[in-house]
């Protein structure tokens, strides 16, 4: 969905809303982020907490709890007392691919956390370690071809986008791919820099930085269509892989039961947050798009990802133990 949806749904969130839960907060609200520090989600997280703090006068404290594929941070809000004071900076990857491909979890995101809010969009990319020595999708491709045993791809965690990401380019290529989950992007990311593992699918601010100053190399966006800010990276659709196409979101979530006035409140002073010049341009800089949409429309957006990926997951035979 474009970022102008965020400029839009301003008017309906206005200031006044905020007013019917100004007992809130309390005390310092603990942002939960389920992936190890360095990801995009905990980018966006450390980006909000500051306005965040600015307007409601308490801390905002980002706690980075990674694990289980994002699930063990996403259980510890889910069962959180719904006061508001524990909030969950959630993603594709722990909201919706974890969940269709674990089967084991005791609650289910969409009953257990309440949505307050979409975040940023985020693409996924295909990047690749400069002593693989290729340069684009193809190159890759017969590279891992003429590779006995094929080649090793890093992801953020078992269950995540990027998890997805591979698997997906696995089924479009036809390729000999083994998965190497990480405990987060930042992770998987030093390990692609350092050459331990040839190739990554991780989201695009992740790997933006330390592929610009020529650490490693991007060579595909997972997009449909190639990042506005970023036209230079060609999609990997764009490159000979039909049909491929992955996207990345981040969006706040709380324990389910939290007071509506809360909830309604933080979504307003989340999208002031996001409008404000600078916050914009630097999820710009990051190669993430502010994609703000209110509680009801969030709820609806994560049920239409469920619908969108459960066939792509069980046609990929994607499993916790790959």
């Known amino acids: 969905m474009p970022a102008r949806r965020l400029v839009l749904a301003l008017p309906s969130l206005a200031l006044p809303r905020i007013t019917h839960a100004q007992s809130w907060p309390t005390r310092p609200v603990t942002l939960v982020v389920p992936w190890a520090p360095g990801g995009s989600n905990d980018v966006v997280a450390r980006l909000l907490a500051a306005p965040l703090e600015a307007r409601y006068g308490q801390p905002f404290i980002v706690e980075n709890r990674p694990g289980g594929g994002g699930s063990l941070g996403m259980g510890l809000v889910a069962r959180a007392r719904p006061d508001g004071q524990t ?36 693409p996924n990319v295909l990047a690749v370690a400069n002593s693989l020595g290729v340069t684009s999708v193809p190159t890759l491709i017969a590279k891992a071809k003429a590779t006995p045993g094929g080649l090793s791809f890093a992801s953020s965690g078992v269950g995540s986008s990027n998890h997805l990401a591979g698997e997906l380019f ?16 930042g992770q998987a990311i030093a390990d692609l820099i350092a050459g331990t593992v040839p ?26 269509a190639r990042v506005p800010s970023r036209p230079d990276i060609p999609t990997i659709q764009e490159q000979g892989v039909a049909d491929y196409a992955v ?17 309604e409140g933080l979504a307003a002073a989340v999208a002031q947050a996001l409008a404000q010049p600078a916050v914009k341009q630097r999820l710009i800089d990051t190669a993430s798009e502010p994609l703000f949409l209110p509680p009801d429309e969030t709820a609806r957006f994560v049920a239409a990802e469920y619908a969108r990926w459960a066939p792509v997951v069980k046609a990929a035979n994607v499993r916790l133990d790959q």
């Open 87 to 122: 909030l969950l900076v959630s993603s594709a990857s722990n909201h919706v691919f974890h969940p269709l491909i674990a089967g084991d979890l005791t609650y289910d995101p969409r009953q257990a956390l309440a949505a307050v809010c979409m975040l940023t969009d985020v």
């Open 170 to 185: 696995r089924m479009r290529t036809g390729l000999d791919l083994t998965h190497v989950p990480y405990r987060g992007g």
């Open 199 to 224: 190739m990554a699918f991780l989201n695009l601010p992740t790997v933006l930085p330390p592929s610009q100053d020529g650490r490693c190399r991007i060579i595909g966006v997972g997009t449909e």
């Open 247 to 263: 996207r990345s979101w981040t969006g706040l979530f709380a324990p389910q039961g939290t007071p509506a006035p809360v909830i």
